[in-house]
């Protein structure tokens, strides 16, 4: 079973390639980020126990959030493996995770953090955001702002996983295809 953490920064393609990627590998995506807006959408037990917290302005508690993934992952019994995008975003999250694949007899494969140059996402992002009708694409400060964001959290998963030798950084740079193709090169060497 093949279970990867996807990271990099806003705009560096990771919905892009979690696309090419669960149908070369027969991968479930999952983003934290859906599975939080179908829960809350749907009014499920957890989505109205997690939108209590974000009403509040605070953040929905780990616990809350393992168990949502915890349910998309018991969703798809036969997957071959997950793809896990958004999350985790803190060691206490990457532990969690952990024990939640270690109950399910696996564990992370591969975290794979695409790397791309802030003036490369900029460009990215505002041109995303021309399209996209997203605010936070469309204004240069912001964009800056939730760069700089992702760099602050995750230098702490990046150290993380390097400990455990799982940690594989790959350019982020190019056509779809060749990124596509340098992700598959660390994939096939799991």
Do not use: C, W
């Not at 070369?24 to 859906?34: A, P, Q, R």
């Not at 490369?120 to 997203?134: A, H, N, Q, Y």
């Amino acid at each position: 079973m093949i279970n990867l953490v996807l990271f990099g920064p806003p705009g560096a393609g990771k919905g892009t390639q979690a696309e090419f990627l669960k149908e070369k590998y027969e991968l479930v995506h999952i983003s934290t980020g859906d599975v939080f807006r179908f829960n809350i959408k749907n009014a499920t037990e957890l989505g109205v126990l997690a939108k209590s917290f974000i009403d509040k302005g605070q953040l929905v508690p780990d616990e809350v959030t393992i168990n949502m993934l915890n349910a998309e992952v018991e969703k798809n019994p036969e997957a071959k493996g997950f793809i896990f995008d958004g999350f985790p975003r803190t060691s206490a999250q990457a532990d969690a995770l952990a024990e939640l694949l270690t109950s399910k007899g696996t564990d992370v494969s591969a975290m794979v953090a695409l790397e791309v140059e802030d003036e490369v996402l900029v460009k990215r992002l505002l041109e995303r955001g021309k399209t996209s009708g997203r605010a936070d694409d469309a204004d240069e400060s912001v964009i800056r702002n939730r760069i700089a964001v992702y760099y602050k959290e995750t230098a702490i998963l990046k150290d993380y996983y390097q400990a455990k030798d799982k940690y594989f950084g790959v350019d982020g740079v190019g056509s779809i295809e060749e990124i596509t193709e340098r992700i598959s090169k660390v994939i096939n060497t799991l």
